[in-house]
T-cell receptor, first 113, second 113 residues
Framework: GAGVSQSPSNKVTEKGKDVELRCDPI?????LYWYRQSLGQGLEFLIY????????KSGLPSDRFSAERTGGSVSTLTIQRTQQEDSAVYLC???????????FGPGTRLTVL | GQQLNQSPQSMFIQEGEDVSMNCTSS?????WLWYKQDPGEGPVLLIA?????ELTSNGRLTAQFGITRKDSFLNISASIPSDVGIYFC?????????????FGQGTRLTINP
């Protein structure tokens, strides 16, 4: 079946603008995760959704970052008043509940000028 | 928080050589995952380990879950050009209900033809 998809694949924005990144998880996967990967680095956890439970927001770096998941499927990560240090690849992953085998999308490369 | 340290950070080998990389932590993990990331793509799960001492193979790849639960090893035999990429170890921190993954910084594998 289809894998995790993300859009856009690339986003260039100006400092101070807001951006929205979208993730479509694998159908039937109840858990959805957002990670950030800076150039040449490993992945940094941002936020996690599991079913109807309150999301785990412990990885969000500031209150400029927020995410929502509508209808238990599609998720949107919003970054307000973007800064140059927000430039990174933002990766989304999904998994079946209670499993750790997360499947990743191709990522959105965000560049803040 | 729990961190994973990977070594080496990069490897330059000849095609056909065997590869060995490892991942260590100062605290125990109950699950170890190995991912491979190609340029412009999200990480792809290679091997999952769930039990201390477990040795699991996936084709030319073999991974082991260290008996101390603080380390894991990934070996690639008879490397081929498509093995080029960045290899990440990952695992869920020992926190009740935690579903997020902690990632190592990655080992970049380059193969000289």
């Amino acid at each position: 079946g289809a894998g995790v998809s993300q859009s856009p694949s690339n986003k260039v924005t100006e400092k101070g603008k807001d951006v929205e990144l979208r993730c479509d998880p694998i159908s039937g996967h109840t858990a959805l995760y957002w990670y950030r990967q800076s150039l040449g680095q490993g992945l940094e956890f941002l936020i996690y959704f599991q079913g109807n439970s309150a999301p785990d927001k412990s990885g969000l770096p500031s209150d400029r970052f927020s995410a929502e998941r509508t209808g238990g499927s599609v998720s949107t990560l919003t970054i307000q008043r973007t800064q140059q240090e927000d430039s990174a690849v933002y990766l989304c992953a999904s998994s079946l509940a209670v499993q750790y085998e997360q499947f990743f999308g191709p990522g959105t490369r965000l560049t803040v000028l | 928080g729990q961190q994973l340290n990977q070594s080496p950070q990069s490897m330059f080998i000849q095609e056909g050589e065997d590869v060995s990389m490892n991942c260590t932590s100062s605290s125990i993990f109950n699950t170890w995952l190995w991912y491979k990331q190609d340029p412009g793509e999200g990480p792809v799960l290679l091997i999952a380990l769930y039990k201390a001492g477990e040795l699991t193979s996936n084709g030319r790849l073999t991974a082991q879950f260290g008996i101390t639960r603080k380390d894991s090893f990934l070996n690639i035999s008879a490397s081929i050009p498509s093995d080029v990429g960045i290899y990440f170890c990952a695992g869920p921190p020992i926190i009740q209900g935690a579903q997020k993954l902690v990632f190592g910084q990655g080992t970049r594998l380059t193969i000289n033809p």
